[in-house]
């Protein structure tokens, strides 16, 4: 993994269950397919400084195929974490009612 932090959190995710795991402090991000736990971590901290990170949870994501107006194509896979952080809520995701 090279050594450049702010390209291992590439996008927040924000789904129904994204959006209801945020209100348990529990934040949903695409990372870099090559990130490990630790520097997923070492990220988080630099774009959010002062929090406690209590745990994170990587997923591998597999690209579904879909249709085309030429045949078929298949998108890339990814990488999805967790990240499970202690403090106030950050702002950054949407609040569900």
């Given at each position: 993994?090279?050594?450049?932090?702010?390209?291992?959190?590439?996008?927040?995710?924000?789904?129904?269950?994204?959006?209801?795991?945020s209100q348990q402090n529990k934040y949903t991000f695409k990372v870099a397919k090559g990130a490990t736990k630790s520097?997923?971590?070492k990220a988080f901290e630099e774009v959010f400084p002062g929090r406690k990170i209590l745990s994170v949870q990587t997923l591998k994501?597999?690209?579904h195929k879909?249709?085309?107006?030429?045949?078929?194509?298949?998108?890339?896979?990814?990488?999805?974490?967790?990240?499970?952080?202690e403090g106030s809520r950050i702002e950054y995701f949407p609040n569900i009612s």
């Amino acid at each position: 993994m090279s050594k450049n932090l702010s390209n291992v959190l590439l996008e927040t995710v924000i789904t129904e269950k994204s959006s209801a795991l945020s209100q348990q402090n529990k934040y949903t991000f695409k990372v870099a397919k090559g990130a490990t736990k630790s520097s997923i971590k070492k990220a988080f901290e630099e774009v959010f400084p002062g929090r406690k990170i209590l745990s994170v949870q990587t997923l591998k994501v597999k690209g579904h195929k879909k249709r085309t107006k030429g045949g078929y194509a298949l998108p890339k896979d990814g990488k999805k974490a967790v990240i499970t952080a202690e403090g106030s809520r950050i702002e950054y995701f949407p609040n569900i009612s």
